[in-house]
């Protein structure tokens, strides 16, 4: 559910009308040049970009506990290269290179608050912990989608 719900952020803006902006939007774009451009962006999307992530490197942590950490931060890294690509492909949006770093930064994120909260708590605790404010949190942002906010393309 996260990832569909991280796909639609990333790709769509949340929008309902996927059709329309495959048809219509038809931008491409590449920055190569890490941070390029942040006066005009601004760090608050900079920022969001981490943020999203975060919950992906936890996911991981919860799913993957044996693998070597540089095994799941690779796994971040091809989905954030995965999603810059589709946007490029699809051309609706702009392919930053910025957007990897940081994406790849929150999942990382993710996995090492997991494993430093994992020797605090028990992990099964903590998966169910994990577990249920995932589920909250995605049903509350899906409501407020649908219920309360407008987004425009």
Known sequence: MYLLILLWL???????????IVAEYQTRSV??????????????????NLVV?????????????????????????????GVEALQFILAIGITDVTDVIMNTLGGLSGLVLYRVVNKVLRTDILDW????????????????RLLVFQVRY
């Open 53 to 81: 992530f975060v919950p992906f490197g936890l996911l991981l942590g919860v799913n993957f506990k044996d693998k070597q950490l540089w095994r799941l931060i690779t796994a971040t890294l091809v989905l954030s290269v």
């Open 31 to 48: 920055n190569v040049i890490p941070f390029l451009g942040l006066g005009q962006v601004g760090w608050s999307e900079t920022v969001s």
């Open 10 to 20: 990333i790709l769509f803006k949340l929008s309902y009308d996927v059709p329309a």
């Open 129 to 144: 912990i994990i577990a249920a404010v995932g589920t909250i949190l995605c049903i509350v942002f899906v409501l407020l």
